[in-house]
Protein backbone atom coordinates (compact mmCIF):
# COMPACT_ATOMS: atom_id res chain seq x y z
CA UNK A 1 0.00 0.00 0.00
CA UNK A 2 3.09 2.23 0.76
CA UNK A 3 6.72 1.91 0.92
CA UNK A 4 8.20 4.79 2.11
CA UNK A 5 12.47 4.86 1.69
CA UNK A 6 14.53 7.21 3.93
CA UNK A 7 17.88 6.99 2.64
CA UNK A 8 20.97 8.16 4.40
CA UNK A 9 23.51 8.12 1.29
CA UNK A 10 23.74 12.06 0.76
CA UNK A 11 24.74 11.98 5.04
CA UNK A 12 27.28 8.98 4.50
CA UNK A 13 28.86 10.31 1.21
CA UNK A 14 31.22 12.48 2.62
CA UNK A 15 32.78 10.11 4.94
CA UNK A 16 33.43 7.45 2.31
CA UNK A 17 31.32 4.63 4.27
CA UNK A 18 28.49 4.30 6.54
CA UNK A 19 29.42 5.75 10.03
CA UNK A 20 27.48 3.67 12.23
CA UNK A 21 27.42 6.30 15.14
CA UNK A 22 25.59 9.27 12.66
CA UNK A 23 23.42 6.20 11.24
CA UNK A 24 21.91 5.36 14.62
CA UNK A 25 21.31 8.56 15.05
CA UNK A 26 19.59 9.61 11.87
CA UNK A 27 17.55 6.21 12.16
CA UNK A 28 16.05 7.12 16.09
CA UNK A 29 14.96 11.45 14.04
CA UNK A 30 13.67 9.45 10.82
CA UNK A 31 11.98 6.96 12.15
CA UNK A 32 8.28 8.24 13.26
CA UNK A 33 8.31 10.51 10.43
CA UNK A 34 8.70 7.57 7.88
CA UNK A 35 6.25 5.36 9.47
CA UNK A 36 3.60 8.27 9.81
CA UNK A 37 4.46 9.33 5.82
CA UNK A 38 4.22 5.40 5.54
CA UNK A 39 0.40 5.13 7.35
CA UNK A 40 -0.61 7.93 5.67
CA UNK A 41 0.06 7.27 1.85
CA UNK A 42 -1.69 3.82 2.55
CA UNK A 43 -4.67 5.65 3.40
CA UNK A 44 -4.96 4.39 6.58
CA UNK A 45 -4.69 5.27 10.46
CA UNK A 46 -2.48 3.71 12.49
CA UNK A 47 -5.08 1.69 14.24
CA UNK A 48 -6.13 -0.27 11.35
CA UNK A 49 -2.88 -2.42 11.03
CA UNK A 50 -3.02 -5.47 12.51
CA UNK A 51 0.60 -6.99 12.58
CA UNK A 52 3.66 -5.57 12.82
CA UNK A 53 7.20 -6.97 11.14
CA UNK A 54 10.39 -5.47 11.25
CA UNK A 55 14.10 -6.82 10.42
CA UNK A 56 16.27 -7.42 13.65
CA UNK A 57 19.23 -8.46 11.34
CA UNK A 58 22.00 -8.66 10.07
CA UNK A 59 22.88 -5.13 10.31
CA UNK A 60 24.40 -2.39 12.05
CA UNK A 61 23.55 -3.36 15.84
CA UNK A 62 22.55 0.98 16.39
CA UNK A 63 19.96 1.23 13.45
CA UNK A 64 18.02 -2.79 14.08
CA UNK A 65 18.01 -1.79 17.95
CA UNK A 66 16.01 1.72 16.17
CA UNK A 67 13.88 -0.59 13.89
CA UNK A 68 13.19 -3.17 16.86
CA UNK A 69 12.39 -0.38 19.32
CA UNK A 70 9.89 1.51 17.30
CA UNK A 71 8.05 -2.40 16.45
CA UNK A 72 8.20 -3.48 20.18
CA UNK A 73 6.22 -0.41 21.01
CA UNK A 74 3.78 -0.03 18.30
CA UNK A 75 3.07 -3.86 18.79
CA UNK A 76 2.37 -3.08 22.54
CA UNK A 77 0.42 -0.28 22.08
CA UNK A 78 -1.67 -1.11 19.23
CA UNK A 79 -1.98 -4.80 21.16
CA UNK A 80 -0.74 -6.72 17.62
CA UNK A 81 1.34 -9.03 16.58
CA UNK A 82 4.83 -8.61 16.29
CA UNK A 83 6.92 -10.29 13.17
CA UNK A 84 10.76 -10.61 13.58
CA UNK A 85 11.94 -10.92 9.90
CA UNK A 86 15.64 -11.69 8.68
CA UNK A 87 16.98 -8.88 6.18
CA UNK A 88 18.07 -11.28 3.74
CA UNK A 89 15.23 -13.58 3.47
CA UNK A 90 13.13 -10.23 3.15
CA UNK A 91 15.54 -9.26 -0.29
CA UNK A 92 14.59 -12.95 -1.56
CA UNK A 93 10.82 -12.07 -0.78
CA UNK A 94 10.99 -8.78 -2.78
CA UNK A 95 10.66 -10.89 -5.98
CA UNK A 96 6.86 -11.71 -4.70
CA UNK A 97 5.84 -8.36 -5.14
CA UNK A 98 7.53 -7.71 -8.25
CA UNK A 99 6.08 -10.80 -9.71
CA UNK A 100 3.21 -12.27 -8.21
CA UNK A 101 2.90 -15.40 -9.92
CA UNK A 102 6.45 -16.33 -8.72
CA UNK A 103 6.03 -19.59 -6.56
CA UNK A 104 8.55 -21.86 -4.54
CA UNK A 105 10.74 -23.96 -5.13
CA UNK A 106 13.40 -21.77 -6.64
CA UNK A 107 16.95 -21.20 -6.40
CA UNK A 108 18.08 -17.50 -5.02
CA UNK A 109 20.97 -15.61 -5.65
CA UNK A 110 21.22 -13.15 -2.48
CA UNK A 111 23.88 -10.15 -2.81
CA UNK A 112 23.92 -7.54 -1.07
CA UNK A 113 26.47 -5.04 0.75
CA UNK A 114 26.97 -7.70 3.68
CA UNK A 115 26.33 -11.26 2.09
CA UNK A 116 26.72 -13.20 -1.05
CA UNK A 117 24.68 -16.86 -0.90
CA UNK A 118 23.06 -19.20 -3.00
CA UNK A 119 19.79 -20.67 -1.55
CA UNK A 120 17.22 -23.28 -2.19
CA UNK A 121 13.81 -22.38 -1.55
CA UNK A 122 11.69 -24.72 -1.12
CA UNK A 123 8.48 -23.36 -0.19
CA UNK A 124 7.57 -20.24 1.66
CA UNK A 125 8.92 -21.49 4.99
CA UNK A 126 11.62 -24.09 4.20
CA UNK A 127 15.48 -22.53 2.88
CA UNK A 128 18.31 -24.33 2.00
CA UNK A 129 21.97 -22.28 2.59
CA UNK A 130 23.74 -24.17 -0.49
CA UNK A 131 26.56 -21.53 -0.23
CA UNK A 132 28.15 -18.21 0.85
CA UNK A 133 30.69 -16.04 0.52
CA UNK A 134 34.26 -17.23 2.91
CA UNK A 135 35.32 -13.68 2.83
CA UNK A 136 33.64 -10.21 1.32
CA UNK A 137 30.54 -10.29 0.29
CA UNK A 138 30.03 -9.25 -3.32
CA UNK A 139 28.85 -5.52 -2.61
CA UNK A 140 31.73 -5.28 0.13
CA UNK A 141 34.01 -5.80 -3.10
CA UNK A 142 32.57 -3.10 -5.11
CA UNK A 143 32.38 -0.34 -2.50
CA UNK A 144 36.06 -1.21 -1.64
CA UNK A 145 37.44 -1.37 -5.02
CA UNK A 146 35.14 2.30 -5.68
CA UNK A 147 36.88 3.47 -2.85
CA UNK A 148 40.61 3.19 -4.31
CA UNK A 149 39.53 4.41 -7.27
CA UNK A 150 38.14 7.71 -5.88
CA UNK A 151 34.94 6.86 -6.46
CA UNK A 152 32.29 8.42 -4.30
CA UNK A 153 30.13 5.67 -1.53
CA UNK A 154 28.71 3.68 -2.54
CA UNK A 155 30.88 2.35 -4.89
CA UNK A 156 28.31 -0.41 -6.76
CA UNK A 157 26.12 1.97 -8.70
CA UNK A 158 29.58 3.97 -9.36
CA UNK A 159 31.38 0.82 -11.00
CA UNK A 160 28.34 -0.28 -12.86
CA UNK A 161 28.07 3.45 -14.43
CA UNK A 162 31.95 3.21 -15.36
CA UNK A 163 32.09 -0.36 -16.62
CA UNK A 164 29.61 0.13 -19.29
CA UNK A 165 32.15 3.03 -20.98
CA UNK A 166 35.16 -0.13 -20.60
CA UNK A 167 36.52 -3.13 -21.86
CA UNK A 168 35.35 -6.00 -19.87
CA UNK A 169 37.83 -8.19 -21.13
CA UNK A 170 40.66 -5.38 -20.87
CA UNK A 171 42.52 -6.93 -18.00
CA UNK A 172 42.88 -10.76 -17.03
CA UNK A 173 41.61 -10.67 -13.01
CA UNK A 174 41.30 -13.92 -11.23
CA UNK A 175 38.79 -16.07 -10.77
CA UNK A 176 38.33 -17.07 -7.58
CA UNK A 177 38.24 -20.81 -7.12
CA UNK A 178 36.37 -22.09 -4.27
CA UNK A 179 34.60 -25.34 -3.54
CA UNK A 180 30.66 -26.17 -4.66
CA UNK A 181 28.68 -23.01 -4.36
CA UNK A 182 30.54 -20.86 -2.27
CA UNK A 183 32.27 -17.83 -3.17
CA UNK A 184 35.37 -15.63 -1.81
CA UNK A 185 36.17 -12.13 -3.38
CA UNK A 186 39.08 -11.02 -1.13
CA UNK A 187 41.66 -12.68 -3.67
CA UNK A 188 39.98 -11.16 -6.47
CA UNK A 189 40.14 -7.63 -4.22
CA UNK A 190 43.74 -7.75 -3.80
CA UNK A 191 44.28 -8.46 -7.27
CA UNK A 192 43.03 -5.29 -8.26
CA UNK A 193 44.57 -3.26 -5.70
CA UNK A 194 47.98 -4.82 -6.96
CA UNK A 195 47.01 -3.84 -10.15
CA UNK A 196 46.31 -0.02 -9.42
CA UNK A 197 49.12 0.24 -6.81
CA UNK A 198 52.00 -0.99 -9.44
CA UNK A 199 50.67 1.47 -12.42
CA UNK A 200 51.12 4.12 -10.00
CA UNK A 201 54.11 3.28 -9.11
CA UNK A 202 55.53 2.70 -12.43
CA UNK A 203 54.14 6.08 -13.49
CA UNK A 204 51.77 4.29 -15.84
CA UNK A 205 48.40 5.59 -17.15
CA UNK A 206 45.34 3.58 -16.09
CA UNK A 207 41.93 3.15 -17.96
CA UNK A 208 39.31 3.28 -15.18
CA UNK A 209 36.53 1.84 -17.15
CA UNK A 210 38.86 -0.68 -18.21
CA UNK A 211 39.35 -1.56 -13.90
CA UNK A 212 35.96 -1.29 -13.40
CA UNK A 213 34.25 -3.54 -16.33
CA UNK A 214 36.97 -6.06 -15.53
CA UNK A 215 36.61 -6.40 -12.27
CA UNK A 216 32.59 -6.34 -12.35
CA UNK A 217 33.22 -9.26 -15.44
CA UNK A 218 34.92 -11.15 -12.92
CA UNK A 219 32.68 -10.99 -9.66
CA UNK A 220 29.65 -11.86 -11.95
CA UNK A 221 31.72 -14.61 -13.93
CA UNK A 222 31.90 -16.23 -10.12
CA UNK A 223 27.87 -15.44 -9.35
CA UNK A 224 26.34 -16.42 -12.17
CA UNK A 225 28.87 -19.57 -12.70
CA UNK A 226 27.85 -20.72 -9.06
CA UNK A 227 24.11 -19.66 -9.55
CA UNK A 228 23.42 -21.57 -12.86
CA UNK A 229 25.42 -25.16 -11.86
CA UNK A 230 23.26 -24.67 -7.70
CA UNK A 231 20.40 -24.62 -10.09
CA UNK A 232 20.67 -27.18 -12.44
CA UNK A 233 22.24 -29.72 -9.36
CA UNK A 234 19.11 -29.73 -7.64
CA UNK A 235 16.91 -29.48 -10.87
CA UNK A 236 15.22 -26.13 -9.80
CA UNK A 237 13.48 -24.63 -13.22
CA UNK A 238 13.48 -20.82 -11.72
CA UNK A 239 16.36 -18.28 -10.77
CA UNK A 240 15.70 -15.67 -8.67
CA UNK A 241 17.95 -12.74 -8.30
CA UNK A 242 17.87 -10.31 -4.57
CA UNK A 243 20.02 -8.27 -2.57
CA UNK A 244 21.43 -4.69 -3.50
CA UNK A 245 24.01 -5.78 -6.20
CA UNK A 246 20.95 -7.41 -8.22
CA UNK A 247 19.98 -3.44 -8.94
CA UNK A 248 23.79 -4.19 -11.29
CA UNK A 249 22.68 -3.77 -15.03
CA UNK A 250 25.88 -6.22 -15.85
CA UNK A 251 24.77 -9.07 -13.83
CA UNK A 252 21.04 -8.70 -14.12
CA UNK A 253 21.51 -9.23 -17.94
CA UNK A 254 24.43 -11.55 -17.73
CA UNK A 255 22.16 -13.94 -16.01
CA UNK A 256 18.80 -13.25 -17.51
CA UNK A 257 21.18 -14.09 -20.50
CA UNK A 258 22.25 -17.23 -19.66
CA UNK A 259 18.22 -18.44 -18.47
CA UNK A 260 16.97 -17.78 -21.82
CA UNK A 261 19.71 -20.04 -23.20
CA UNK A 262 19.61 -22.75 -20.03
CA UNK A 263 15.75 -22.61 -19.78
CA UNK A 264 15.45 -21.18 -16.39
CA UNK A 265 12.50 -18.84 -15.79
CA UNK A 266 14.12 -15.71 -14.30
CA UNK A 267 13.14 -13.38 -11.55
CA UNK A 268 14.06 -10.05 -10.68
CA UNK A 269 12.79 -7.22 -8.84
CA UNK A 270 12.36 -3.75 -9.81
CA UNK A 271 15.43 -1.42 -8.92
CA UNK A 272 13.72 0.28 -5.58
CA UNK A 273 12.88 -3.48 -4.34
CA UNK A 274 16.49 -4.64 -4.81
CA UNK A 275 18.05 -2.39 -1.99
CA UNK A 276 17.27 -2.07 1.32
CA UNK A 277 13.08 -1.44 1.81
CA UNK A 278 10.41 -2.34 4.20
CA UNK A 279 7.70 -3.39 1.53
CA UNK A 280 10.26 -7.08 1.21
CA UNK A 281 10.09 -7.02 4.88
CA UNK A 282 6.64 -6.76 5.45
CA UNK A 283 6.41 -9.29 2.67
CA UNK A 284 8.83 -12.27 4.40
CA UNK A 285 6.22 -11.11 7.45
CA UNK A 286 2.94 -12.07 6.21
CA UNK A 287 4.68 -15.59 5.23
CA UNK A 288 5.69 -15.45 8.53
CA UNK A 289 2.50 -14.39 10.00
CA UNK A 290 0.72 -17.69 8.14
CA UNK A 291 2.54 -19.80 10.17
CA UNK A 292 1.87 -17.94 13.61
CA UNK A 293 6.06 -16.91 13.52
CA UNK A 294 5.42 -14.16 15.81
CA UNK A 295 8.09 -12.53 18.45
CA UNK A 296 7.77 -11.81 21.70
CA UNK A 297 8.48 -8.39 22.92
CA UNK A 298 11.72 -9.31 24.38
CA UNK A 299 12.87 -9.11 20.32
CA UNK A 300 16.48 -8.38 20.51
CA UNK A 301 18.63 -6.70 17.29
CA UNK A 302 20.80 -9.65 16.34
CA UNK A 303 23.72 -7.68 13.70
CA UNK A 304 25.83 -10.72 12.58
CA UNK A 305 22.13 -12.96 11.98
CA UNK A 306 22.97 -15.78 9.44
CA UNK A 307 20.67 -16.06 6.11
CA UNK A 308 19.05 -18.89 8.02
O1 LIG B 1 21.07 -4.91 0.22
P1 LIG B 1 21.67 -3.56 0.31
O2 LIG B 1 20.82 -2.38 -0.09
O3 LIG B 1 22.21 -3.27 1.74
C1 LIG B 1 22.74 -4.31 2.50
O4 LIG B 1 21.93 -5.08 3.02
O5 LIG B 1 23.98 -4.44 2.47
O6 LIG B 1 23.01 -3.61 -0.58
C2 LIG B 1 23.90 -2.54 -0.65
C3 LIG B 1 25.05 -2.94 -1.55
C4 LIG B 1 26.20 -1.94 -1.54
O7 LIG B 1 27.41 -2.66 -1.38
C5 LIG B 1 26.12 -1.30 -2.92
O8 LIG B 1 27.36 -0.87 -3.43
C6 LIG B 1 25.57 -2.46 -3.75
O9 LIG B 1 24.60 -3.05 -2.91
N1 LIG B 1 24.96 -2.00 -5.00
C7 LIG B 1 25.43 -2.31 -6.21
C8 LIG B 1 24.62 -1.61 -7.15
N2 LIG B 1 23.66 -0.93 -6.46
C9 LIG B 1 23.87 -1.18 -5.13
N3 LIG B 1 26.48 -3.07 -6.58
C10 LIG B 1 26.74 -3.17 -7.90
N4 LIG B 1 26.02 -2.53 -8.85
C11 LIG B 1 24.97 -1.76 -8.53
N5 LIG B 1 24.25 -1.15 -9.50
ZN1 LIG C 1 20.03 -5.44 2.41
Known amino acids: MSNVISTQIPI ?46 PG ?10 AAKALSFALKIPLIAVNH ?17 PFLALVVSGGHSA ?15 TRDDAAGEAF ?10 YPG ?10 GNPDAIEFPRPKVSDFDFSFSGLKSAVLNFLNTAEMKGEKINPADVAASFQKAVIDSLVDKTVSAAEKFNLKKIVLAGGVAANSSLESTLRKIC ?10 SKILCTDNAAMIACRGYYQSLEKNFATNNLNAVPNLGIL
Not at 14 to 41: C, L, Y
Not at 119 to 129: A, S, V
Open 143 to 152: DKIARVMNLP
Open 260 to 269: TEKNFEFFYP
Open 60 to 69: LVGALLVGVS
Open 88 to 104: LQGHIFANFLSEPTLEP
Open 12 to 57: HQKFGGVVPEIASRKHIVNIMPVIDEAVSKAGIKLEEINQIAVTYG
Open 156 to 165: GPEIDKLAKI
Open 118 to 132: IIRQKNYNDFELLGQ
